[in-house]
């Protein structure tokens, strides 16, 4: 079974407007509420790959209970930790072809919630059905800037394998850390903002930016680069991944799928290219979607064929 997290859920509501008026009154007649947060995106993943996944996290308040009762109407198990602030509500306006986006920051959490949540996660990691973890998405306020390494500390301790995707100083901090996750996958933004200068997706450029000495022992690290499919580093091993040319529709969570997939074929023992081609496609197949975190299936033959893996 995977165990993913998402420290910073939200409920996702999205507004379609056909024109946005500033300064006055819209009024919106088709209004969609999901779980949302990269973690929830991975786990809706996952859960259509009929994987064995259970959600965990902070949750909070009455949009917190409405989290947990949509996951389990959709048959994702659930066991998150109640804190006693509010879980948030994020606002996508979809509007003229753009998308304006309202993000509350959400709850902050208090010092015995924090201890208290590692003894809840501890429980969880330590169960034997849970083989890896995928942990995803931003850090709430009130935690360490370390958190993380802790909870990749418990994993470690159970020898659970852990893949990490979050940015900034959260994950300068684990890079920095004894303990280290399995897999990253930063996008060359975030690449770019760990190491502090520009990384373009020349595979030369980025060969040699991954054997910087921050990224030691981490054994997975992939890249994606968007309608460049992907470049990754396994142990010594460098691949780039070529993907097909797809009809993009709405790729925001395309990464978060590409974490799914990822997840998934490392808990099936999958080769590294069967692992490489299951997360391009997984991603690609969010970005074919309208919807965040949703694949159709059915293209995923025919694109797991037409994904090119070389070694270099
Ligand atoms: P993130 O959302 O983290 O920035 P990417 O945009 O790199 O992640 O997308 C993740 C993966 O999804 C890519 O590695 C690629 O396989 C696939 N993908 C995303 N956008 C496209 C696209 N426009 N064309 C083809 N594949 C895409």
């Known amino acids: 079974m995977i165990l993913t997290v998402t420290m910073n859920p939200s409920v996702d509501i999205s507004y ?88 509350e920051k959400g709850p902050t959490i208090t010092k015995s919630e924090s201890d208290n949540f590692l003894e809840h996660f501890e429980k969880l990691v330590k169960s034997k059905e849970i083989k890896i973890i995928a942990i995803s998405g931003s850090l709430p306020d009130g935690l360490e800037i370390n958190y993380y390494s802790k909870m990749i500390g418990i994993c470690e301790k159970y020898k659970k394998s852990v893949v990490l995707d979050c940015s900034g100083k959260a994950l300068l901090e684990v890079l920095k850390n004894e303990y280290k996750p399995k897999v990253i996958k930063p996008n ?31 054994e997975w690290i992939i890249v994606s680069l968007g309608a460049d499919g992907a470049f990754a580093k396994h142990n010594d091993k460098f691949y780039k991944v070529n993907v097909p ?40 197949l969010n970005a074919m979607e309208k919807l965040t975190g949703f694949v159709n299936l059915e293209n995923y033959d025919k694109l797991f064929n037409e994904v090119e893996i070389l070694e270099i």
Not at 22 to 30: A, E, F, G, P, S
Not at 267 to 274: L, Q, T, V, W
């Open 16 to 103: 379609p407007l056909e024109k946005f008026n500033l300064d006055t009154v819209n009024r919106v007649v088709k209004v969609s509420k999901t779980p949302g947060g990269k973690g929830l995106n991975v786990t809706r993943v996952l859960k259509q790959l009929n994987d064995e996944v259970v959600a965990t996290g902070f949750i909070g308040g009455a949009l917190g209970t409405d989290i947990q009762k949509k996951l389990l109407k959709k048959g994702i198990k659930n066991d998150f930790f109640e804190i006693s602030g509010e879980t948030r509500n994020c606002i996508a306006i979809l509007h003229e072809g753009n998308q304006t986006e309202i993000l």
């Open 188 to 218: 060359t933004e975030e690449l770019s903002q760990l190491i502090g200068k520009d990384v373009s997706k020349n595979p030369d450029e980025l060969k040699k930016v991954l054997k910087d000495k921050l990224f030691e022992k981490i």
């Open 245 to 284: 040319n797809i009809k993009v529709v709405n790729p925001v969570g395309s990464g978060d799928s590409t974490v799914a997939g990822i997840t998934s074929a490392i808990h099936e023992n999958a080769s590294d290219e069967d692992l490489l081609r299951k997360a391009n496609v997984l991603g690609m």
